[in-house]
């Protein structure tokens, strides 16, 4: 017992010796080391990279996945270098803040399904469906809307089991996003966060929760990043994207999405992937985006950031795509880069050439 | 009391005091601290919802509506259900292993309790999530339903997760604690009483509960709060089982959540303002639920130590 109580202060001791640890490095800002925070959603690919750019240039970027939120309340603190989200930041709110917003990698979001005798890729939904399944309106898998889209596919009299992400996510933001752009009902009732009172359903913790929910219940169906549908072997659903074609969820498809948005038009880079035209568009989609300030004050280290930035546009696409990310298309890599060029500045000079 | 050298003594004696008396006044302090800080962050929340909060079910982030009703009921029922399992059993098990148990197995059986005990918690959540919740909805969500489906009780789907499995969970995760100290003030029962009793030609069962539990019964009931405050405030166990929905309901089959639960999903992407301050405010509530039941087992104490006073 004693012992018991005594390790848990320990363990306490050493989480907050280490916790002011993190912090006090944050703050330090040490020179050649570059901090960064937020979204969890791209912390694999990120975290890649900066072990890959540490062997190669010996420049240490040091990455925390502790949530959008937090990312995006540290670097308004400036207690990091650069912030991390899954939801883009409104123009007005970058302006207040003096930020510059633009999108690093991109990924996709899955529904996938439990449904005995019914495989990857067999069940096609058109939007309306997907978002009357999640409205709790199509309360079985036989329902005439569903067995209409699929006419031969021999569907059961089961229940629909809606499972979600019980955690606030960038996942159920894109997610909820397309829904409201494909439903007005949807929009009206429930709208986009990332977090929402489901009108239906389970929560799972994380991608893992959800994927692991839906395995085991039967009649299941439930949204999950692309990597883990995949990992997890989980069957997907076709979706009908705003062409009106049947699309199943492949990188290629997600990079249809990115390609199509009109990112030139989208001030502060506020661009939500979701509903995208384009034949090959796979409709959720989502950036996921980068926060620096726009007045740096140490001209050395904006570089390195920057440079650590276009090494990973133009080299990490491979480390990417190896993770189920991916890479932002050239042309778009072009905008953010002269987007740095002209609003990024460090002692009134501009940071990158 | 040995004499040593007066001064000595006092001095050492003054010195231990005041080291004493502080680290016990830091708990105050820390614990006042802890209150005046969530209040701090919690009066946005406070001053929008008021009481509603406590009493609403509405929690919607999307449109800023907040209510605690379903937190509180899910983290109030877990608890119980979780006690309901493990204080008898813990009972049990303590009784064995001193009253009836030989000695050797009674120190194995006791070591691998203490070894329960040291198991973190989100051990416990991905064992239930992978092994209990697959268990519960195949076999014993499906047998519960069929037997004693007309009471609302065991209702709907058997997904195996849900209220029920995690006040198992719980119960599961306290088991070890409460018969560890159990365990100890069983043991601190002087013989020489056990054997009056026995030696009135009492049977085992009259001696348990005649004389071992009434004089323990301070020490039983101490057991009893410290796996009530583990309960009641347990995170990543009940996170990974509980199904994470606002929503009340009387079936231990469809999932809800505590408060605990809530706090440990939504806290890390809660960016805007008032959804933070809603989020202090449930700490609060859990809080002050946890002080209340305090009291409330202090009071209920004192009556039963007068009750018993007066009936032997």
Known sequence: M????????????????????????????????????????PYPVYAQWAHRYHKLKGVRVNYQSIGSGGGI?????????????????????????????????????VPVIHVPGVGAGQVKLSATALADIFRGKIKKWNDAVITGLNPGLNLPAKPIHVVHRADGSGTTWIFTNYLSK?????????????????????????????????????????YVEYAYALGNKIPHVLLQNRAGKFVAPTIETF?????????????????????????????????????????????????????????CYRYGADTAKKLHYVPLPKPVVKLVQDRWRSSLRAAGRPVWK | MPAASPSATSLGDRIFRWVTAISAALVLLIIGAIFVELVRHSSLSLHRFGLDFLTST????????????????????????????????????????????PPWISKVVGQAIELLAAIPSIIYGMWGLFVLAPVMSE??????????????????????????????????????????????????????????????????????????????????????????????????????????????????FSPGNSIASTLANEFTE???????????????????ITFLLQIGAHLWLRRLKKKMAVST
């Not at chain 1, 005594?6 to 993190?22: C, E, N």
């Not at chain 1, 400036?78 to 990924?107: C, H, N, Y």
């Not at chain 2, 020490?219 to 996170?239: D, P, S």
């Not at chain 2, 809660?270 to 002050?288: D, Q």
């Open chain 1, 255 to 311: 990079g249809a999405a990115a390609v199509h948005a009109d990112w030139a038009h989208a001030p502060g880079f506020y661009m939500v992937l979701t509903n995208q035209p384009g034949d090959r568009t796979w409709p959720i989609t989502g950036a996921t985006f980068i926060l620096l300030h726009k007045k740096q004050a140490d001209a050395t280290k904006a570089r390195a950031m920057l440079n650590f930035f276009d090494w």
């Open chain 1, 2 to 41: 004693l012992f018991g109580k005594a390790l848990g202060t320990v363990t306490l001791l050493m989480v907050v010796g280490t916790t002011s640890l993190f912090t006090a490095c944050g703050k330090g800002g040490s020179r050649g080391r570059i901090n960064g925070a937020g979204a969890s959603f």
């Open chain 2, 270 to 288: 809660a960016s805007e303002p008032l959804y933070r301050s809603a989020l202090v405010e449930l700490g609060l509530v859990l809080f002050g």
């Open chain 1, 73 to 109: 309340a540290q670097i308004k603190a400036k207690t990091v270098d650069f912030g991390a989200s899954d939801a883009p930041l409104r123009a007005k709110e970058l302006g207040a803040a003096g930020l510059l917003q633009f999108p690093m990698v991109i990924g996709g979001v």
């Open chain 2, 58 to 101: 509405r929690w919607n982030p999307a449109k800023g509506e907040f209510g605690a009703a379903s937190s509180i009921f899910g983290t109030l029922v877990s608890t119980a259900i979780a006690l309901a399992i493990a204080v008898p059993l813990s009972l049990v098990i303590a009784l064995f292993l001193v009253e009836l148990a």
């Open chain 2, 139 to 252: 076999y014993v969500q499906p047998a519960l339903g069929r037997t004693l489906g007309s009471l609302p009780l065991f209702r709907g789907p058997p997904m195996g997760i849900g209220m029920g499995t995690a006040g198992l969970i719980i119960a599961l995760m306290i088991l070890p604690f409460i018969t560890a100290v159990m365990r100890d003030v069983f043991r601190m029962v002087p013989d020489v009483v056990k054997e009056s009793a026995y030696g009135m030609g009492a049977t085992t069962w009259e001696v348990t509960r005649q004389v071992t539990v009434p004089y323990g019964i301070h020490g039983l009931a101490g057991a009893v709060f410290l796996g009530l405050g583990r309960a009641i405030g347990e995170t990543m166990a009940v996170t990974f089982v509980i199904g994470n929905k606002h929503h009340i309901s009387a079936s231990l």
């Open chain 1, 182 to 222: 494909v439903s007005a009902a949807w929009k009206n009732e429930v709208g986009t966060g990332k977090a929402v009172a489901w009108p239906t359903g389970v929560g799972g913790k994380g991608n893992e929760g959800v994927a692991a929910y839906v395995k085991r219940l039967s009649g299941a169906i439930g």
